[in-house]
């Protein structure tokens, strides 16, 4: 750091210039106010990485929710010998319940991709909903948890809560 009056070399945590006795300011907001390019730069870095965790995890999602779909059709066709003192279709149930438990891992997946995309394009809301999605993601061990995690401190820490809150109210103008 260099003071304003007499362009001597002084050190961060020098309140007065040795030289000309000029007064620097409280060394911590000269310490922060260095850090803010860097830090804004890196949680910009943050935000998009963790939307495109958002968006690749949606794709793996609905991938996995159109398996579940399309393997519970199968089990009507397996050779199982069925009980015949059941007074309803088993295979047509089964099948219904893989379509109902495909279909909700499919809109899951839509809400983990519209966190992705609401980080993204910092909308107010996709932070709310990353927020979310990530708690969800801490249950979904191993990799779900390490991406809930990672999100969790790229939402909640000081200067991403910051920067996501500036980023998104620019949005919100522009929009």
Not at 18 to 44: F, Y
């Amino acid at each position: 750091m260099f003071c304003p009056q007499c362009g001597m070399q002084v050190g961060d945590h020098y309140r007065f210039c040795s030289k000309c006795g000029v007064d620097l300011g409280p060394a911590p907001s000269r310490q922060k106010e260095a850090r803010t390019p860097g830090t804004r730069r890196d949680m910009s870095m943050h935000v998009n990485i963790l939307g495109w965790l958002f968006i690749g995890s949606a794709i793996l999602t609905g991938i996995l929710g159109m398996i579940v779909i399309f393997a519970g059709q199968f089990i009507r066709y397996l050779p199982i010998a069925w009980p015949a003192d059941v007074p309803f279709n088993v295979a047509r149930l089964a099948t219904s319940l893989t379509v109902m438990i495909g279909l909700s891992i499919i809109v899951a997946a839509a809400g983990i991709a519209a966190a992705g995309v609401g980080l993204l394009q910092y909308r107010s809301w996709g932070r709310t909903v990353a927020l979310v999605v990530s708690a969800l993601f801490l249950f979904k061990f191993p990799v779900g948890t390490a991406i809930g995690i990672y999100a969790l401190w790229v939402l909640l820490s000081q200067d991403g809560w910051e920067f996501y809150k500036t980023k998104s109210t620019v949005s919100e103008v522009h929009a």
